[in-house]
């Protein structure tokens, strides 16, 4: 298992959010997540979302837009009395224990911390996180930081109308979003100010898509405010808009920018939801490759056998679902090295041997 730094999740507990009643896990460098539809996988990186937005101060609009606590607590209020996580970073962990108000709001009924020599009691009967008020400021700013860079994509959305291939405010280039929406703004720094790491990301596109020849990245003619994803075939000179691309290579090119982005902008923990969506298995095995380079935590769910193959055992966490509940666990190699002499991971996933498959 590869090694995490102290800025990496080493453990994560979770207590009745959404169909994940109780789960503890081990999290290592890759964690590559698989199992069933409906097994809970997305749940699972939907979490860190939540926890991304209470650490922004923001729980109660996250609860709302999610449709209230019930859609976020294991079967709702009637089932659930509260919803606890601790999150540790080798020895140093947030916990939080959250309660279902009558106007079905979250209220923390526990709020704490360990960091280093400081142990904080945050209290209760709070709406949005205490840590930034009540913990010193050289710890929140670092927790604080820590949690709010982590980067939850899904670049499901390749339609027409999907934000990547709209004009985008050229200034909105401190990260790329979590559905790419800035693309084009975020090439458009890496150009200007990361050329290595910008050229590695063409070039890597150009493996996927041999026709493709370069980004053309400028401020719009019309508005030097804005940028839009444009693009030149090999050999042509006319420039491509971004509606022309195929779904596949949009999205290639949005997974290719996450990972070889420059380190220093990268985020520690990096989740993407289904990252081999219409992609090639020769571009899905590129992927794996740009995944396992980095330095950086990946957090990933799949359904691609393909995927799974180029990972060994130890990264992979299995999910199932039993009787709505769905049970995460990290695959150990030592259980199946005499089945990994004769067959692929992808295999063994088949062939229900690792778990991982329909079930009630
Ligand atoms: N509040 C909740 N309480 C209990 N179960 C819930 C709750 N919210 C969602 N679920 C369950 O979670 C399921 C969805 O899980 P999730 O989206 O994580 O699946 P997945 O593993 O990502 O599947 P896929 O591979 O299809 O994307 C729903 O079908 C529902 O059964
Ligand atoms: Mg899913």
Redesign the pocket.
Known sequence: MTQINDKQLSRIVIKSF??IADCNLSLSRLNVLI?S????????IGFFRMVQQLFDENLQVFVSRQGSSD??????RKTTEQLKFELWFGDNYYMATLEPTQDNRLMFTKESLRWGLTNEELGKGHFETVVRKNVPAAISNHIVSLITQWRVYHFHDTSDTAYVKQAHNINDNAYLRPDARNLASFLYLLRENYPASYQKIVKTIRLVAPFFGEFYLRPSPQNQDVIELEWFELGQDIPFKAYLLSDGTLRFMCLATVFLQPDILQPETILVD?PELGLHPYAITILASLMRATSKQVIV?T?SVELLNEFDASDVIV?DRCQ?KSSLRRLLTHDLVEWLEDYSLGELWKKNIVGGRPSR
């Open positions: 959404k169909s199992g539809n409906g097994a809970g996988k997305s749940n699972f859609a976020l607590l294991h079967f709702g289904e769910s359904q999910v709505g």
